[in-house]
Nanobody, 115 residues
Framework: QVQLVESGGGLVQAGGSLRLSCAASGTIFAINVMGWYRQAPGKQRELVASIANTGRIRYADAVKGQFTISRDGAKNTVSLQMNSLKPEDTAVYYC?????????WGKGTLVTVSS
């Protein structure tokens, strides 16, 4: 079993920055992919960014050049630096870990960007 704890959400004005962090703990043998998803009100959950243990990084088109994902494999943590935030970035952000064939999710952290 893997537990994910997210931190770093909050309220920010448009143009501001936030950094989200997620720490994975529990019985972890090898994490394949760590990433962030978000779900805005009335919308489906969508991938924001992911980083594999191979180093491959994926970003949603909407956040390319704006967000940066990073990972500390030794500490099993993943972070998301979010810059130039826009009101449309408002959502609950979920940490995701794929390991041993199972997807694990954090409880989510709310990011609100005011205009």
């Amino acid at each position: 079993q893997v537990q994910l704890v997210e931190s770093g959400g909050g309220l920010v004005q448009a143009g501001g920055s936030l950094r989200l962090s997620c720490a994975a703990s529990g019985t972890i043998f090898a994490i394949n992919v760590m990433g962030w998803y978000r779900q805005a009100p009335g919308k489906q959950r969508e991938l924001v960014a992911s980083i594999a243990n191979t180093g491959r990084i994926r970003y949603a088109d909407a956040v390319k050049g704006q967000f940066t994902i990073s990972r500390d494999g030794a500490k099993n943590t993943v972070s998301l630096q979010m810059n130039s935030l826009k009101p449309e970035d408002t959502a609950v952000y979920y940490c995701n870990v794929f390991t041993d064939g199972i997807n694990y999710w954090g409880k989510g952290t709310l990011v609100t960007v005011s205009s």
